[in-house]
């Protein structure tokens, strides 16, 4: 399994065009940007790849007009008021409150005031991972229905999610190092941001995904799946290589086994950790390190798991 590179980008000055270049190469090239007197803006953007977390902060007003944005991107305001236009609706969002900024690749303009903004940006095709947009076999992009902010329920659970891919994967150098704890965080992230904002996903299996969720297909996902555990694959991957649609593969996984598809890669990851832990040598090795080559990025939890599968902590096994 090869290194997932994550970079951390930091950013601090009150030169306008040094702050145009640095958001234009960010986020935009054809951004357009209008601050007044004695701005000045504070930049923090950890990139993993398919995912980007950023918080700035900025004293003064700035004005923004963006063409097309890469990817999903989503905000939440920690301390700014924050006013934006898109696609012919105007909101305004307060401290606490959960946005998107605009659709993947339409325009939108916003007013930034004094204070902090949390940004994620999510490449769109994490978002097919883990859902699809229509009852076909080969179904189009998922796309977002609605502008305004999230209810408080759903801004906390997003907010949740956030913080604990940024404290507990982003902020440990053995987890962010492994692709396969950078890919569930991806899909984790993509999953959230599907539960919190109203879009076109497509869920519930039809006829032919009924027909299609088999024991054969079963057989073929299980096969794919304990020949890649070590890969970075998602339930999409496993559909591919089953021959069916996602929704089917979802569907023969909970008809026959009563789990997901993921759940039970992790159970296959679990015993190919456990049986890491058995070989490996305590001088050398952590039980962190190991967790996380296979996936599992908090510690704690990978511990109660563990203990729950094989009735001791994996720190007694790996010192057996």
């Not at 700035?56 to 923004?64: A, E, M, P, S, V």
């Not at 904002?197 to 096969?223: G, K, M, Q, W």
Request: with cysteine; net charge positive; glycine share 6%.
């Amino acid at each position: 399994m090869t290194s997932t590179p994550v970079q951390v980008r930091q950013f601090d000055s009150r030169d306008p065009a040094a702050i145009h270049d640095f958001l234009s190469a960010t986020y935009d090239p054809r951004l357009r940007l209008h601050s007044r007197n004695n701005y000045r803006l504070t930049h923090r953007r950890v990139d993993a790849g398919p995912f980007a977390l950023a918080t700035t902060r900025q004293t003064g007003q700035l004005d923004i007009g963006a063409t097309t944005l890469d990817g999903l991107v989503l905000g939440r305001t920690r301390t700014a008021r924050v006013d934006r236009g898109c696609a012919g609706s105007a909101n305004r969002f307060g401290p606490g409150e959960v946005f998107l900024v605009t659709r993947p690749a339409e325009p939108c303009t916003v007013r930034w005031h004094p204070g902090e903004v949390e940004l994620c940006v999510l490449d769109l095709s994490v978002l097919e991972q883990v859902a699809t947009a229509a009852p076909a076999r080969r179904p189009g992009r998922i796309r977002f229905t609605d502008l305004g902010p999230a209810d408080a329920a759903l801004a906390r659970q997003w907010r949740n999610t956030t913080s604990f891919v940024s404290d507990v994967v982003l902020n440990s150098p053995t987890a962010s190092a492994q692709p396969l704890v950078i890919g569930n965080a991806a899909r984790m992230l993509a999953a959230a941001a599907l539960a919190v904002f109203p879009n076109t996903a497509f869920t519930e299996p039809t006829a032919a995904d009924r027909h299609d969720a088999s024991t054969a297909t079963l057989r073929r996902a299980i096969t794919f799946m304990e020949e890649y555990a070590d890969r970075d694959i998602s339930a999409a991957d496993v559909a591919a290589a089953a021959g069916v649609s996602l929704r089917a593969v979802q569907l023969a996984f909970r008809r026959h086994r009563g789990t997901t598809p993921m759940a039970y890669l992790r159970r296959i990851r679990l015993a190919r950790a456990h049986h890491d832990l058995l070989r490996a040598d305590p001088r050398q090795e952590t039980v962190s390190a190991i967790a996380s080559r296979w996936g599992f990025a908090s510690h704690s939890r990978f511990t109660a798991r563990y203990h729950a599968s094989y009735g001791v902590p994996p720190r007694e096994t790996l010192h057996a």
